[in-house]
């Protein structure tokens, strides 16, 4: 009887086994958001682990380059870490990038932490980027070594949007009205002004792996298929290729590549030289140093600071099993937030970080460009980005925001929105209809679609 | 790592039946752990965030006013022995912080506390120049500065010098009332940061004791308040090893030390250590409550004695380098790698065998 039993049990226990009956929901398909890349774990420092499918190789180098990620600079002359200024925003990468992930929103205006000012006169330069702005450039440096004025400084006020849902419920949005004041030299009115706030700095290899025509395949600038999203590619200049090139990086996709990304923050964030951007940012202004020391950082440092951002992992998706969850990803998809965050790539197999290569990844971007109404408008164009339009952030990691960076990290380009909610209501442009769809949700629903952005 | 999810009501009765019985059976043969999602660690929890964590904060609060307070006398009495008082107050408020690092999270970070307290390098560029400038060095004025011109590091460069080896007769009455304004300063965000965390405050503490409540905006669960102790020790544990003695020792460059001027590095990096011992042993000077050791002890007798043996030779052989550090790295090449090597086996332990126990509760 026993032996019958036990042979039931063997027979039964492979016919379980088989494929029919491992069940995989196809909406939990993501739950590697970054492929191979992707990490386990809920914790404060989740955006600061290397990503899983490192060689030993590749994880000392990136612990190396964990180090470079952090180094503070300081005004030349200096034995170690010289060469910042002379005006600046910050003097590391981590001063901004908090934890890895989205500047804290500033609790006051002596310290702006990872919120800058890009700055342009209306009209281009000749590469068709924006037109710096004379004796201030492209970018407010809002501080400045010793002996030195800063650029200006910054203040705000705030403007209130209080609306209702269909269903009764209200919501308030505030924003903030943003003065540059105090400059070293008269400042005009007519200027230009988009402030940004510093984004997560996690699987940006793999967004920069993702090949072209992959990108290019979603661009429907005159939106020919007539959806009422377009997506547009953003060409900007290559300072290493000398040729203009797809954006990927930046609030409007302004830089084509990590390396370049890296390098123009040192140059405009620091104020460091290097071979990428050998002159100083203020060059040609009347602070700029008359020391000899450029490049004051060589390439081999822009190497490591980018081997760091893309060696980095992924967060996996939390409780993807949670009936709300997956109730909200499916609002998601109906009502076409998926058209411009799109979920899924595969990477190419080009990258020469192998780690980077033929990864499914669900970023939740096309990264291209869409017009997101009058409410995000900053009205400063670059390249072919205009005033109106922005490139869709990637979502992946976005429920980690405030556990890693606080109740003040925030959502949008500016840090306007406190909440998910908040963001998805500042919507516009592109963006309305699924807005609109959004408002129409019944409160349960709402619920529902934040539960799964915060679990992304 | 794969996810395989069974959905049980696809699956007919009979089978599942069978498979759940293949299930017990395995259970009951090996010795393979039973997950228990009922276990409650509110007991480590409470002890490693009350005891370990606000307490390190709270002495190193305390230990700030004394730094004022002998800064001060320092300016008002310029003698040797004051001199001497300041630099070893100095050490004493060095000593809590070095032992925070092991849980170098939250408010730190989200509040920018950590830049105006441990930047570095200390712009001296800069610092020659506010000292030479006619500025008021007072704290609200060395508030303004940015992080590298004040700080621990500011502090500990006026006050031991460049090559550690300042007379009383090398201070100007400007560096003393820096001096005193900067330690103020510092006091300013070591009482932030105590606060940050502290009930009396913003209470962030309770977002480790209550992990896993509900309402809970940070741990949704007790397990990742654990990995979060663990990961803050791996996190140390490599900056230690892979950083800061790395670093001055493969490039043999004596200002990439951190702690060179008052020639602390060695203290540093133990403290350091001993933050990762405080945290696994749930104690704090002299405080008795569970630590992450008592969770390995339920699962790893074995395990749990390597990890407390290894914290205690990697603390040894930092302790047991040759000389000061700064001239170890030339002429000790060897003590300073063993104590590398020691601090890199613990790393690997923690990250190898302690995580996966936590990660798997």
Known sequence: MHKYLILIIFVLSLASCTNEDVYIDPLDEDVYLGGETSIEGFFINIFQQPASNLSQEELTLHLKSDQAFADIFVSAPSTHNSGLGPVFNQVSCEHCHVANGRSPFPSNTDNLRGLLFRISKPGEDEMGGPLAVDNFGTQLQTKANFGIEAEGKVDWSYSYIVGNYPDGNEFMLKNRIFRIYDTYMPWEFTNLISPRIAPPVFGLGLLEAIPEEQILLYADPEDIDNDGISGKANIVWSVTDHTFKLGRFGWKAGQPSLIQQTAGAYHQDMGLTSPLFPKESCENQTQADDYSDDPEIDLELMKITTFYAQSLGVPIRRNFEDDQVKEGKKLFRKLNCNACHREAFVTGDQSDKPFLNNQKIFPYTDLLLHDMGDGLADFRPEFVANGYEWRTPPLWGIGFTKIVGGENANYLHDGRATTLEEAILWHGGEAEESKQSFKNLTKSERNAMIKFLENL | ?361
């Open chain 2, 1 to 361: 790592m794969n996810f395989k999810l069974y959905k049980i009501n696809d699956m007919n009765l009979d089978r599942f039946l069978a498979a759940l019985l293949v299930i017990f059976l395995l259970l009951g043969c090996g010795k393979d752990e039973v997950n228990s999602n009922s276990q409650d660690y509110s007991d480590i929890l409470e002890n490693i965030g009350n005891n370990v964590i606000l307490a390190t904060y709270e002495e190193l609060d305390l230990k700030a006013v004394i730094l004022v307070n002998s800064l001060t006398l320092l300016e008002n009495e310029k003698t040797q022995d004051n001199l001497i008082n300041a630099r070893q107050a100095w050490r004493d408020t060095r000593q809590p912080w070095e032992q925070s690092e092991g849980f170098l999270y939250g408010p730190v970070d989200q509040k920018g506390i950590d830049p105006s307290m441990d930047s570095w390098p200390v712009n001296q560029t800069d610092l020659d120049a506010v000292l030479n400038s006619n500025a008021e060095l007072t704290k609200s004025y060395i508030d303004g500065l940015d992080g590298t011109l004040k700080g621990f590091h500011t502090i500990e460069y006026l006050l031991f010098g460049l090559n550690s080896d300042k007379q009383i007769g090398d201070f100007t009455e400007r560096q003393y009332q820096y001096l005193k304004s900067c330690a103020e300063s510092l006091k300013g965000s070591t009482s932030e940061l105590f606060l940050s965390w502290s009930p009396s405050g913003d209470n962030y503490i309770s977002n480790v004791i209550s992990a896993g409540d509900e309402n809970n905006s940070v741990y949704p669960s007790q397990k990742s308040a654990l990995e979060e102790f663990v990961v803050g020790m791996i996190t140390i544990a490599d900056e230690v090893a892979n950083g800061k003695i790395n670093d001055p020792l493969v490039q043999k460059n004596v200002n990439l030390e951190e702690s060179r001027f008052s020639q602390n590095s060695k203290k540093d990096f133990a403290d350091n250590i001993r933050s990762i011992q405080n945290a696994y042993l749930g104690k704090y000077k002299g405080s008795e409550g569970k630590g992450i050791n008592s969770l390995i002890l339920s699962k790893d007798e074995n395990l749990n004695k390597k990890v407390q043996e290894e914290i205690i030779e990697a603390i040894k052989s930092i302790e047991n380098i040759e000389g000061s550090f700064t001239s170890a790295i030339f002429n000790s090449v060897s003590s300073v790698e063993n104590a590398q090597a020691k601090v890199r086996q613990l790393q690997q332990t923690l990250e190898s065998e302690v995580l996966p126990i936590v990660s798997n509760l």
